[in-house]
């Protein structure tokens, strides 16, 4: 299970979620907003290298899963 970065589509908050995947709908914990996917972190494959080219299309890349 990842921990993924949102952010706040109406409050801005930022935070991270433990989710059971990348596909799953996650309200913000402050207003129960429509959220939508961060990508201001550190990225890193499987094997726990940094990955230096992460699209964050998750459905069309295999390597951080």
Known sequence: MPILQYK???CGKRF???VASY????KCP???SETERDYSGAM???TGQ????C???CS???GCR
Do not use: F, N, R
Request: charged residues 40%; glycine residues 4%.
């Open 8 to 10: 706040c589509k109406a």
């Open 16 to 18: 991270e979620e433990l």
């Open 23 to 26: 596909k799953d709908e996650v």
């Open 30 to 32: 402050d207003c129960e």
């Open 44 to 46: 890193y494959s499987s």
């Open 50 to 53: 940094t990955s230096k080219k």
């Open 55 to 57: 699209s964050g299309k």
């Open 60 to 62: 069309t890349c295999s």
